[in-house]
């Protein structure tokens, strides 16, 4: 009970502190689930039937035996075993096999002491470098307090197969202030050009008041992308073709794509497409299909609608458009961005984009005409209070459950 108290009074706080973002709705969601939900959710499924077809599936809990803090990422390392990994939030990343039997979950790294956690903050992003099997390098991004930064950092493994790494290893590439405590993106990964590319938010507080989403100067608001094979700036460099390489103009060389509020998490397809969900402000959450040199609008634009261009002359139609959004009204307000599927198990699915709503816990199927529009159908009502989406090594998708604590399995019906 006293728990329970302590827990209540730390979601009110937050939610004094921002009501003025989306965001919030991660702590109402976790805090308001049954703890006999999970159970439910996963027996139950529902059908989607629309004139592109029916689509079915459900999730389960992939590994009923074992249960994480706050998880917000999961993955694997393409080394050649079936070891899966999930961040938790606090600064941990935890190593067990890919089994459903699997009862013991190992501890990778731990940096809980380096990392500024709850709410928003915390250790958010994990990707394997492509040569990691030879080098041992992996990254993650993180926010830190005494100053509030988010830092993206390099960890060396000692081999392959290490059970555990040493928090000293860490090298880190670059670093920039959080005024805020919200809005932090921090999903990295390796793009098919085996450049890192890296999600921020708009910086926090509601409404992008230093209005860097427009600032090309500014890290925040972006899709970064760098060259980590490089020592151009000290452990990275630029790749030659990102649109501000060389600017006289004091624009971050770093920017991939730009006029985003919070990309909660961003993915690439088979063919190559960069997706991205983008959390709303007060009334609309979007899905992107992100482009080198995109302006993806925030806060110009919140989706298609009009928000506050003060003090932005952009061209608006020059602006890059949503290839799906969806309003508030039915209880979605703020979005986790998914994976496209490309496993065996739901033939059905393969090829659609498949994300979810964090307070609602509905879940969608995507499927995409070109790069500009794309049809939703809904696979279910009722997923999760999901934070995450993440393939295994066989690219069936996993669903990390933060109020639950569970990973979850979308299989077919």
Not at 193 to 217: A, C, E, I, M, R
Not at 296 to 323: F, I
Not at 388 to 411: M, N, R, V
Request: glycine share 10%; with cysteine; proline share 4%.
């Amino acid at each position: 009970m006293n728990q329970l108290i302590m827990l209540s009074k730390t979601i009110i706080a937050f939610l004094i502190s921002l009501s003025a973002t989306s965001g919030v709705a991660w702590l109402v969601a976790a805090a308001c689930q049954p703890s006999d939900q999970l159970n439910a959710m996963t027996s139950d499924s529902i059908s989607s039937n629309t004139n592109a077809g029916t689509l079915s599936a459900k999730v389960v809990n992939a590994y009923p035996k074992l249960t994480f803090s706050s998880p917000v990422e999961y993955t694997y390392a393409n080394d050649g075993t079936n070891r899966v990994f999930v961040i938790e939030q606090e600064g941990k990343i935890r190593v067990f096999e890919n089994d459903a039997n699997t009862a013991t979950a190992g501890t990778y790294l731990d940096i809980r002491k380096k990392v500024a956690s709850g709410g928003e903050m915390g250790l958010l992003g994990l990707a394997f470098h492509p040569d990691f099997k030879q080098n041992g390098f992996f990254y993650v991004n993180y926010t830190k307090n005494n100053p509030r930064e988010t830092i993206v950092s390099r960890f060396k493994a000692s081999s392959a197969n290490a059970v555990q790494v040493d928090p000293a290893s860490e090298v880190v590439l670059f670093r920039f202030a959080q005024p805020y405590a919200n809005h932090n993106g921090g999903k990295v990964l390796f793009g098919p050009d085996g450049f890192l590319y890296v999600s921020t938010g708009d910086g926090g507080s509601g409404g992008d008041p230093q209005n860097n989403g427009q600032n090309k100067s500014s890290w925040l608001g972006k899709i970064l992308r760098v060259d980590v094979n490089s020592t151009e700036k000290g452990h990275y460099g630029i790749p030659a073709d990102n649109p501000f390489k060389g600017s006289d103009k004091g624009y971050r060389e770093e920017i991939f794509a730009y006029g985003l509020r919070n990309p909660w998490r961003i993915s690439f397809d088979d063919e190559g497409r960069l997706w991205a969900g983008d959390v709303g402000q007060n009334s609309i959450e979007e899905v992107d299909i992100v482009v080198k040199g995109g302006n993806y609008g925030w806060r110009v634009k919140e989706g298609n609608a009009d928000y506050n261009a003060r003090d932005n002359t952009v061209n608006t139609a020059d602006l890059v458009a949503p290839v799906w959004q969806y309003s508030h009204s039915n209880g979605d307000v703020s979005i986790t961005g998914g994976v496209v599927y490309r496993g065996s198990a739901n033939p059905s699915l393969r090829g659609k984009y498949i994300f979810a709503d964090y307070a609602s816990g509905r879940l969608w199927a995507l499927t995409p005409n070109g790069n500009k529009t794309a049809t939703a159908q809904e696979l279910m009502a009722q997923a999760g209070s999901i934070s995450a989406f993440g393939e295994d090594q066989k690219k069936e998708i996993h669903l990390c459950d933060l109020g639950s604590g569970k990973i979850l399995k979308l299989i077919g019906n």
